[in-house]
């Protein structure tokens, strides 16, 4: 943990990028013959789970890059690996892309190597959480909200708020709500309360919940603590949270699509709400190493993840949204309504993780900085 603290002071006072970064790959050779990656759970599929789920093993065919992945369920745990070097490629979300940038531990992309480029969403080709003085600093690769998961056994119809898992309360089936829901073990989920609080207590003025003042950010570690009464687990492994909420009593809690999907083909009584306070999401960038030793199969795998094939398997599997438009339509897995289904209209109500920093536009540079973030969201877990 020390590391994230060293990492996100060092954000604060460096999220001023000085001069013009150049890409460092200007033209592809051969590839390596490997390929290490950090990703989210379920972002890399070889068919291990699924026969039906596989994108890694026709690009190590036709490649020769031997495909390696390691998971990381938080940001804060993707920061931390790739400050420790090895890694090729990150499928970094935007709480964690910028420190990556700031720290130096990314390159420049040149999308000049990436012929599908101009395949990629407008809504994303110049996203702020990955694009610094018109550079871009990775491809991206996924987007989607944090749904609220609930049980529909304790549920008959879906929850409208979030206040199932913020306040205590009696929930439909009569018991209370305490010890039978989740919360993200992650400083992120901090948004998630002010989010909450937005909606709730406009009095706050809170305009944008990654950009929180010192009263409106206590305001919002209030609430996060009387969430820590009602809590029965702080989750950040996605196949953790999926046994909680079939063996454990769970009834509720902020998720990604992916443990929804998985619980709903396992046949569990298991659905997912955007509640009336709106989401946060995510969207996530494939981002370089500064020192990648594995440069032109990093390229490779850049191109090869925007093809509308693998981007439409990993939005059917993931529960996710492509950033190529051209994957709605004709894909197998995902179908033709796969994309409204999982929210593609949606990118508007959706307010995406991005790093909090002092510097803040909505609150004349006076916000809480992600470091504090992080010191206090172990203090509301820990109790304090």
């Known amino acids: 943990m020390n590391a994230f603290l060293k990492s996100c002071t060092a954000l604060t006072v460096a999220l001023a990028f000085s001069g013009q970064a150049i890409a460092q790959v200007k033209e592809l050779g051969k590839g390596e013959g490997e390929l290490n990656i950090v990703a989210w759970p379920g972002y890399i599929e ?28 938080t940001s804060d745990e993707m920061v931390s690996l790739m400050n420790e070097g090895g890694f ?30 101009k395949t990629v969403d407008d809504r994303l080709k110049d996203a702020p959480w990955f694009t610094v003085d018109k550079v871009h ?16 056994d ?59 003042t010192e009263d409106q950010y206590k305001a919002a570690l209030d609430l996060l603590r009387t969430q820590r009464t009602l809590v029965g687990r702080y989750w950040h492994d996605a196949a953790i949270q999926v046994d909680d909420f079939q063996n454990e ?23 997912s709400t955007v509640p009336e306070e709106g989401v946060t999401g995510w969207a996530d960038t494939t ?44 894909n197998e897995l995902l179908g033709d309504e796969g994309c409204k289904t999982n929210g593609y209209d949606n990118f508007d109500k959706i307010k995406f993780w991005k790093t909090p920093v002092s510097k803040c536009a909505t609150e004349n540079d006076q916000c809480v900085p992600y470091y504090r973030w992080v010191s206090d969201y172990i203090g509301v877990i820990g109790g304090r």
């Open 137 to 152: 600093y990775g491809v991206p690769y996924q987007w989607g909200p944090n749904v609220l998961m609930y049980n529909t």
């Open 287 to 330: 981002m370089m190493e500064a020192d990648a030793a594995h440069p032109n199969c990093a390229y490779m795998w850049l191109e090869h993840s925007l093809s509308p094939k693998v981007q439409g398997d990993v939005s059917s599997w993931f529960g996710s949204l492509p950033v190529v438009p051209a994957a709605c339509k004709g």
């Open 88 to 117: 090729d490629l990150v499928t970094a979300s935007g709480d964690a892309s910028l420190r990556l940038v700031a720290g130096k531990r990314v390159q420049p992309i040149n999308t000049d190597l990436v012929k599908s480029w």
């Open 46 to 73: 070889r068919g291990e789970t699924d026969k039906n789920y596989d994108w890694v093993t026709a690009f190590e065919k036709e490649t020769g890059c031997k495909v390696n992945v390691k998971t990381a369920n």
């Open 154 to 212: 304790v549920f008959k119809e879906a929850p409208k708020s979030w206040n199932v898992v913020f306040e205590e309360m009696k929930l439909p089936d009569g018991k209370s709500n305490k010890g039978r829901v989740q919360a993200y073990d992650g400083p992120i989920h901090i948004a998630d309360a002010a989010n909450y609080l937005m909606f709730h207590k406009p009095e706050l003025g809170i305009k944008d919940p990654y950009e929180l």
């Open 249 to 271: 009593g769970v009834v509720a809690s902020g998720s990604w699509p992916y443990q929804v999907n998985t619980l709903v083909a396992a046949k569990k009584p298991v659905a």
